[in-house]
């Protein structure tokens, strides 16, 4: 924190970035080149994000109204401006968790903190931050080009971990949860509804028991299998 | 007096110039009111009396306008003055009776504002009286500085001058109501959230809501399908990925021939769906599928159709019958600019690729005209021109080489070290060289005349040497003697 200035300048400098770098780069490019341009050109990045700090920053993030990337004439939304900033800052990550996890119940705080988390954590964290999130779903105005749309904080969430591009920007290649569970880096992903769907396959195996089940064998596996380790990993194939 | 203008021009009317004051030269003189009356009356009478001449701006129409306005001015005038005069008296009578016993220079002044009016009034009824056109203007008259007063600017005027102030109050009342209005809108418009730098979408912000907890059962319900259906997807994916491993395996325990086997069916397979995909027919256009929006397609089920040989409805069954120039590809690019004649490839081949069926005769020539012959023709006929005639008598040792083969090597190589002869041949070098492998070399190498020439076999090289004029060197000492010997004799 010691050589931040105000204004962005010094993340913006092609010529030498001298300040933390997430994974060997300078954050600013984690957010492609031309939105990044975008987003310094917009008037709310010049009036609003000016000399922001984390706690400065909170105030901004309540007054915004949607999440979004570049509408209208390739203008970038304030959102993206507030995840530029954040990535200047690039505020200790108790403070991040503490944005995810807001008890005043500013959502878009709550999205604004997961994309930034999206960008910049390890995988592992990643996967562990935003997962809780999956069961959240409150509302959320999403901004497109021709206009507004609701989405749900889940439905970022997943999109968030699933897809490649959100927000106008690609987003930094996650490897996919099953790899690092392979790699047991992970546990599996209990959803919250775990009984429910252990009843709904319990009822259909019954409904199946009769007839010769062309999957039966992954029927059973999956019956057994919420809460325990499948047997996924070749040595336990017969060989 | 001369004329004010220097022509004979009748006098047209002035221009009409926005903003500037008309002037109007006949009925602005103030001098001879009497005479302006007279005149006026005089161009009143004309304009009611003639028709209007036919211009684009008629001569009297200004003057009608003007007269007009005069008019109307002066009734005005005349009945505030009036109205004035009356307010004035009743004024007066009022402070009469207010002040009674106040007999000032107030009374005083109103008694001579009074008599001023009278005198005013009787100056306007004395021109009235005198001229029965309402006049425009009062004529000056010179009062003395004592008697002046400031209210004598006229009661008309005074009322006039009242009534333009009190609209002008009210007119920037209304303004300042305006800007009111603007800079309250504005402070709500900011307690209410809008930010400076967002220029758009007012309304449509709020027609979205994102209010939580408006229906907790129907959010729950839809939180929960998409739960499942996330649930299922994965689920989906890791049959997927064991689908594949099991796969991996089983190929893996087969042997390779089983793994053979089973390439080449699928190689087939693959065959015959190709196969079975329909031919382009002549001329269709070719569409190709893209890259970019393959899974939209794959959605509609639409990422394996062919086009090949499809009708499509617009089409023209046989394109052969359309005259030439609609035979092409894209009937959108008719008649358009820039359209080269370009069909297909075949057509505009230029040459004769893989068509030689008839490379067997090559026509010949009818007669036996030099000219025309080919040089294979002329071949038979040769030896022609100039080498017609062989120079000197040659023994054909080129024959021995070729007939004679690896046995007879050592009566060879005895002829050709015989002299007196022309020794130049080939194969002469041979014995110089390493004999076995040129002998071999060079003799198979003859003998077995890789040329392709269907002509009959003639020793070429033989005939070629033979046509020489003379021979070369080594046999024509006779010939380098004479030479030396001119040399010496000089």
Redesign the interface.
């Given at each position: 924190m010691s050589g931040h200035k105000a204004d962005a300048k010094a993340l913006l400098d092609d010529r030498g970035y001298s300040g933390p770098l997430i994974r060997g780069e300078n954050p600013a490019n984690l957010i492609e080149k031309p939105l990044q341009d975008r987003i310094t050109e917009?008037?709310?990045w010049k009036?609003?994000c000016f000399a922001l700090n984390e706690a400065s920053l909170c105030d901004r993030a309540v007054?915004m109204?949607?999440i979004g990337g570049t509408y209208?004439q390739q203008k970038a939304s304030p959102f993206l401006c507030l995840v530029f900033k954040l990535l200047q800052l690039q505020p200790e990550r108790e403070i991040v968790l503490y944005y995810l996890h807001n008890e005043e119940g500013f959502?878009y705080l709550t999205a604004l903190a997961a994309f930034y988390i999206r960008l910049t954590f390890e995988p592992v964290e990643i996967y562990k931050a935003l997962e809780p999130l999956?069961?959240d779903?409150?509302?959320?105005?999403r901004r497109r080009n021709d206009?507004?749309?609701?989405t749900?904080m889940?439905?970022f969430i997943?999109d968030l971990l699933t897809k490649d591009r959100m927000c106008g920007t690609t987003l930094w290649k996650l490897p996919k949860?099953?790899l690092l569970e392979d790699l047991e880096l992970l546990d599996e992903?209990v959803?919250?509804?775990a009984d429910e769907?252990e009843a709904i396959d319990n009822e259909n195996d019954d409904a199946r028991e009769g007839d010769e089940s062309r999957e039966g064998s992954?029927y059973e596996r999956?019956n057994g299998a919420n809460g325990r380790s499948?047997s996924?990993s070749?040595s336990s194939?017969?060989? | 007096m001369p004329p004010k203008r220097m022509t004979a021009n009748p006098v047209r009317p002035a221009r009409y110039r926005p903003g500037k004051a008309v002037a109007e030269e006949p009925s602005s003189s103030e001098e001879e009111s009497g005479v302006e009356e007279e005149q006026e009356e005089e161009s009143e009478k004309p304009t009611i009396q003639a028709p209007p001449k036919a211009t684009s701006f008629p001569k009297e129409a200004t003057k009608i306008a003007n007269n007009l306005k005069n008019v109307d001015l002066n009734e005005r005038r005349r009945v505030a003055a009036a109205q004035e005069a009356a307010r004035l008296e009743a004024e007066k009578a009022e402070r009469a009776k207010q002040e009674e016993g106040f007999v000032t220079e107030e009374s005083e002044e109103e008694e001579e504002e009074g008599s001023e009016e009278e005198e005013s009034e009787s100056e306007e009824e004395e021109s009235s009286s005198e001229d029965e056109a309402p006049r425009k203007l009062l004529r000056p008259t010179f009062i003395k500085k004592d008697q002046r007063k400031p209210a004598n600017s006229g009661p008309d005027l005074k009322a006039e001058d009242e009534k333009w102030q009190e609209e002008e109050e009210k007119r920037k009342a209304k303004a300042d109501e305006l800007v009111q209005e603007q800079l309250e809108k504005n402070a709500a418009a900011r307690a209410a959230g809008k930010k400076n730098w967002d220029d758009d979408e007012d309304g449509e912000l709020e027609q979205v809501d994102d209010t939580d907890g408006v229906d907790p059962e129907m959010e729950y319900a839809q939180w929960k399908i998409r739960e499942l259906e996330r649930v299922r997807r994965d689920r989906a994916a890791i049959e997927e990925a064991e689908k594949e491993r099991e796969e991996i395996e089983r190929r893996r325990n087969l042997s390779k021939e089983e793994r053979e086997a089973e390439d080449r069916q699928f190689i087939e397979a693959q065959k015959a769906e190709k196969e079975g995909k329909g031919q382009m027919s002549y001329m269709q256009k070719y569409f190709h599928k893209g890259a970019f929006f393959m899974d939209e397609a794959k959605d509609q089920g639409l990422d394996r159709r062919d086009i090949m040989g499809s009708r499509i409805q617009d089409d023209v069954s046989n394109r052969d019958l359309l005259p030439e120039y609609m035979q092409i590809r894209d009937m959108a690019r008719l008649g358009k600019k820039g359209r080269t004649k370009y069909k297909d490839m075949k057509s505009e081949d230029t040459g004769r690729f893989g068509d030689y069926g008839d490379r067997a005769r090559r026509g010949g020539s009818g007669g036996r005209d030099e000219r025309f012959m080919s040089d294979r023709e002329r071949e038979r006929f040769a030896p022609t021109g100039a080498n017609a005639s062989e120079v000197k008598e040659r023994r054909r040792e080129e024959d021995t080489p070729e007939r004679s083969r690896f046995g007879r090597e050592g009566e060879s190589r005895r002829e050709y070290s015989r002299g007196g002869r022309d020794t130049y041949v080939p194969g002469h070098r041979d014995s110089r060289y390493d004999e076995s492998e040129s002998r071999y070399s060079r003799r198979d190498r003859r003998s077995r005349s890789y040329s392709r020439s269907q002509s009959p076999r003639r020793d070429r090289y033989g005939s070629e040497r033979d046509r020489r004029k003379r021979s070369v060197s080594p046999a024509n000492e006779s010939y380098s003697h004479e030479k030396r010997r001119r040399v010496d004799t000089r």
């Open positions: 917009t008037y709310y009036e609003q007054d109204n949607f209208g959502k999956l069961s779903y409150r509302k959320l105005r206009g507004f749309m609701i749900h889940d439905q997943d949860r099953q992903r959803s919250p509804l769907i992954d999956r499948r996924r070749r194939e017969g060989r | -």
